[in-house]
């Protein structure tokens, strides 16, 4: 019988009794060296639906405590056979010991943000197609769509650099660690997304709230906290 | 924001998340479904919410 991997622990962090993984398979600790690996029984690579996403991020939320916090795994990692599981994880272990001591004790926060809209350039910015799907009528309409477009990428990424600089300096060095991803759509979209630790969140989302006044052309999403996905991939 | 907003955009994050981050162990993992890319699918997802986002935010007060 195969198993499914959910995430990523130091050796001897066993999963609370009870805790269920995929269709409700019990979720075990596979021991592998310094490292354990949380698994639960999975007769074929699951396939990926909200429901099975959000099982499997149940699992990994649930390694996480106050002092240690799980390396989360990407949905689908299936293995055949435990054997097959514990060579992948000695051939990495060092990488994984690395993450360990990295995220410990911290949490992921997002912070997706929405460019304030260029004055008179918004409705052309709005209507303007998603990427690969635009049919201009000639190659100059082209061109002058495909600068508005990065016009709109560089202001979101400038104004949300600015954002970001904001945080780290009302934060004093309390980020441990930071993303920074430009979106693709007509309206500008950035994802700043920062490690925090636990005992700095609430210094955090009022950093947040500050700099949502701050900004007040620029629109916030904040997610948060989460596993810390986007830093260990 | 609204309950049925707020649980889409949660949704959206989360498949963002657990979709097209974390560490991958064999190197291997390819997630389609009827061809699809799921990954490319997650970030549409979340690429919605944020158009869903606007539409909430344009309607505050």
Do not use: K
């Not at chain 1, 409700?24 to 007769?43: M, Q, Y």
């Not at chain 1, 912070?111 to 990427?131: D, I, K, N, S, T």
């Not at chain 1, 210094?203 to 620029?218: K, M, N």
């Not at chain 2, 955009?9 to 390819?30: P, S, Y």
């Amino acid at each position: 019988m195969g198993m499914y991997l959910y995430c990523i622990v130091p050796a001897a962090h066993r999963p609370s009794s009870g805790l269920a993984g995929l269709d409700g398979g019990a979720v075990r600790a596979v021991d592998a060296g310094r490292l354990a690996a949380w698994v639960s029984t999975s007769p074929a690579r699951p396939e990926p639906s909200p429901d099975s996403v959000r099982q499997h991020h149940a699992v990994v939320a649930g390694a996480a405590s106050e002092t240690i916090t799980p390396v989360p795994v990407r949905f689908g990692e299936w293995f055949a056979t435990e054997g097959s599981l514990l060579v992948r994880l000695r051939e990495r272990e060092q990488d994984y010991l690395r993450l360990l001591e990295h995220v410990a004790g911290a949490a992921e926060f997002g912070l997706r943000m929405l460019a304030a809209e260029p004055a008179g350039e918004a409705g052309a910015v709005r209507a303007a197609p998603a990427p690969g799907t635009e049919r201009p009528a000639g190659g100059r309409a082209f061109m002058e769509s495909l600068a508005r477009r990065y016009a709109v990428r560089d202001a979101a990424a400038e104004q949300a650099e600015r954002v970001g600089a904001e945080l780290r300096a009302a934060l004093s060095g309390r980020i441990r660690d930071e993303r920074f991803e430009v979106g693709v759509t007509g309206r500008g979209s950035v994802n700043l997304v920062h490690l925090i630790e636990h005992a700095d969140a609430d210094l955090y989302r009022e950093a947040v709230r500050v700099a949502r006044r701050q900004f007040e052309d620029v629109r916030f999403l904040l997610s948060g906290p989460w596993p810390p996905y986007s830093f260990v991939a | 924001m609204q309950p049925a907003l707020e649980s889409e955009v949660a949704l959206a994050e989360l498949v963002n998340r657990v979709l097209d981050r974390g560490v991958l162990v064999t190197g291997e993992v390819t997630i389609s479904v009827a061809g699809v890319d799921l990954i490319y699918l997650g970030i549409q997802l979340v690429l919605s919410s944020v158009e869903t986002l606007e539409r909430a935010s344009a309607g505050r007060p």
